[in-house]
């Protein structure tokens, strides 16, 4: 059975929309893009339509690719100190001369509604629900909380090492109770552990590695990478045989993604104080 | 078999001690101790031991403990400001008048040598090897590669999810390429996972949790956490049982924790650029 995830996600922007819709105040979210990489321009389009839907002010401070380190440090300095400005992002990849960490450092961590600064990621370490949420991960928690699903005594596989998914999934379930099991792509006999476990989260990059025979009928999972070969797109698990044996599957393309760009808006309705 | 730990320590003091002895610097390493709390007390006192033994100089600032939480703030600022102090640590808990993280979130990241700052911790997230290494967990990691233990392909079940321990070894061992199996006290069976891993990392403030009916002959246990109950301390694995049957286990009481100094010690020689 394949997830209906966009409407999960619908469901999260008409909740925004109406707490947008019921505040008295002109919400506005600011986005920088550095280049013109056709990824990062779709990222963007998405963040504006979404913007658009909930009915907040989207403005898009574009900047030349040849910009130098300094000059993108002394902007990010200026958002931060923008009274009017109370969150921002940077759309990521950044050109290849100017230091990641950097920038992401230099952000103020109570503006970073992207979540990418240390204080924050470190916030969900000591689990502080006060602060912004991981946007990539947070998504998947959401899901689980609207299937009602109580993780005391659960078992979930996460299959991968990815930064930006596997860290902060395995702390958000942790602290929820979980029992997680971390595999990756030279964990001997994975489907030992992916046979008894309730949940699997899989981002290792690898074509079709999750297979019906390695998962129950009532597993459920979450199918978060994918790989390109050949302008071919394979996603880790081959959703459509695992939608036919009954488990419960994340639809691709268009699938858990669609999420992230809620949560950042979710996040910015933070940054305004109206959430 | 009882590891023997207390041999790998010194091992690893004896190094600093040489290297101490190569370089020409003065070094020092540099505490701040707010109150008398007797435990407090024990943990500087030993670091003092371990300081004087490689060789380097032991500053200790003692403050009353009614200080206030701006005052402390101030001195940490003069410490991070003071040109010849390299590192730096605050012997914790903190009374509870001050906000601890606040405290730790004051300290120059770059002089963390007892590795709590956000910065430092993700860091680790990231897995930058070039930063301090955060003391608890990384004897654990210092111990396995003293015994040439290859990750890969290995099995590890943490028990507990203590924000110091769990976390920054799951972590560690996930970098490692280690399947690692993230188990609670609400875990159902955890027998089925410590049976068939090699490695079994208790930290879960259960009394003797782990018995020797749920590992092998060849399991490997380092039991971090203990209980204590009418004054008498229970540690979360039967030691002494776990010991007859044959597999490896940390000495208690004065096993794991032993390493802990020696990590600071390594983070201090780091903060003087002579490691």
Same sequence: chains 1, 2.
Avoid at 136 to 161: C, D, H, L, S, Y
Avoid at 191 to 198: A, I, Q, R, V, Y
Avoid at 222 to 232: E, G, P, R, Y
Wanted: overall charge positive; hydrophobic content about 45%; some cysteine.
């Amino acid at each position: 059975m394949i997830l209906d995830w966009k409407k999960i996600a619908l469901d999260i922007y008409n909740e925004l929309k109406d707490k947008v819709k019921k505040s008295d105040k002109k919400i506005t979210f600011w986005a920088i893009l550095i280049w013109n990489n056709p990824a990062s321009v779709r990222y963007i389009k998405q963040k504006k339509k979404w913007a658009d839907y909930i009915g907040i002010n989207f403005v898009l401070k574009r900047l030349d690719e040849n910009i130098t380190e300094i000059e993108l440090l002394k902007i990010v300095d200026d958002f931060n100190n923008s009274e009017k400005i109370t969150g921002f992002m940077i759309q990521l990849p950044l050109p290849k001369h100017i230091d990641k960490n950097k920038v992401i450092e230099k952000i103020n961590s109570l503006k970073d509604v992207d979540w990418f600064h240390p204080i924050n990621q470190w916030k969900i370490l000591i689990w502080d629900k006060s602060w912004f949420t991981p946007c990539t991960p947070a998504w998947i928690m959401e899901f689980f909380k609207k299937e009602n699903i109580n993780f005391v005594w659960k078992q979930v596989t996460v299959i991968g090492r990815s930064n930006i998914v596997w860290k902060p999934i395995t702390n958000l379930l942790i602290n929820a109770w979980a029992t997680v099991i971390n595999c990756n792509s030279k964990t001997p006999n994975i489907k030992k552990f992916t046979l008894s476990s309730h949940i699997i989260i899989i981002a290792a990059g690898v074509p079709w590695l999750l297979t019906p025979d390695m998962i129950t009928h009532d597993s459920i999972i979450i199918d978060v990478w994918f790989t390109i070969i050949n302008s071919k797109i394979y996603w880790d698990a081959d959703t459509k045989n695992i939608d036919l044996m009954g488990a419960k599957i994340t639809p691709v393309p268009g699938g858990v993604w669609a999420l992230t760009v809620a949560m950042l808006m979710k996040n910015t309705l933070k940054s305004w104080g109206i959430i």
